[in-house]
């Protein structure tokens, strides 16, 4: 926690585009919330002073065993170009490897590109922002499916990600439900007692909700369903329409529910296997 007051002086040298932040409690704030103590944190110093910080996690994924994700890396730009973000995610997959993880992701903003593949992340596939009104996504209610809200504090162990939703954004839209103060909903869905999928969905500004929609292993015949009535849960938030980010790979599955309206996101989705 006492690194926070130099993480501050980072975040307000290299995040200043997309997020302002004034003081040492809201940094401190960010870092003590219950989603984020599922991560690991390295920070890089220099003469007892904090330069940089990387961000670290890993979350169960059915097709490739454990993914390992890197939810970000920040070097102050005073320090930049010296190594130090190298040496963080250097040293985040050391410890990723030692936990027999083979595969580790990231979301890179494009003016990052370069440096992710000088440490050997390359792109995979794009990721889209797909929008609809909550209206002209069909309603499928089916009595196989039972829904079941979900209390946030008690979070299901069973839960496998990322099959679907794109590695690390269900957790994040969880963790934003838990540590804000926005108004959300985290959801199961049962097929008799077999857990079959999962979806979350968060109010956004101007009568917008995001969602995101996962299915389990052996279980994606439900994605139609997971996705309507998790979408559709967010008229209880006040919202008119809902967004999601999706893969290419994913991309038409969600076109087969729904007509969205859809724009390629900036964020290049990066790999590396160790
Ligand atoms: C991206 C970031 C972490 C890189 O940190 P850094 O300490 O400057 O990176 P390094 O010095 O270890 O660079 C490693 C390599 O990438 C290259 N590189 C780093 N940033 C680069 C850039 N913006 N453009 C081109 N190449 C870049 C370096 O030249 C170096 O190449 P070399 O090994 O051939 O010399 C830093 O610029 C940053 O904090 N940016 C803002 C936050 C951000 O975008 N984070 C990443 C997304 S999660």
């Known amino acids: 926690m006492r690194d926070c007051k130099d993480i501050l002086t980072i975040y307000q040298t290299t995040r200043w585009l997309s997020r302002k932040y004034n003081t040492v409690e809201e940094v401190k704030t960010e870092h003590r919330t219950l989603g984020f103590s599922n991560w690991g944190w390295l920070v890089a110093e220099h ?3 904090v330069v940089g910080e990387i961000v670290f996690g890993a979350e169960r994924n059915p097709a490739s065993g454990q993914v390992g994700m890197i939810r970000s890396v920040d070097v102050d730009i005073r320090y930049q170009k010296r190594s130090i ?18 595969r580790v992701a990231a979301n890179s903003p494009p003016e990052a590109y370069n440096f992710w593949m000088k440490v050997k992340y390359f792109a ?5 922002d797909i929008q609809a009104p909550i209206k002209s996504i069909p309603t499928r209610n089916t009595a196989k499916v039972t829904a079941k809200f979900v209390d946030p504090s008690a979070l299901p162990k069973d839960w496998v990600f990322s099959l679907i939703a794109p590695p690390g954004e269900l957790l994040a839209i969880v963790r934003e439900i838990v540590d804000s103060d926005k108004q959300g909903r985290i959801l199961e869905f049962y097929s008799g007692k077999t857990l079959v999928g999962a979806g979350a969905v968060v109010r956004s500004e101007g009568r917008r909700a995001r969602f995101v929609a996962d299915t389990m292993p052996q279980t994606t015949d439900n994605l139609e369903e997971v996705v309507s009535r998790t979408a559709r849960s967010s008229t209880s938030l006040k919202a008119d329409s809902v967004f999601t980010r999706v893969s290419s790979e994913h991309l038409p599955k969600y076109q087969a529910i729904s007509h969205w309206s859809t724009v390629l996101s900036q964020d290049i989705p990066v790999n590396r296997f160790l």
Request: proline share 0%; hydrophobic share 40%; charged share 25%.
């Open 47 to 49: 003469q007892e002073q």
């Open 85 to 102: 973000g190298a040496q963080l995610v250097h040293a985040a997959e050391d410890i990723l490897r030692a936990k027999r993880i083979g």
């Open 124 to 128: 995979r596939g794009s990721l889209y």
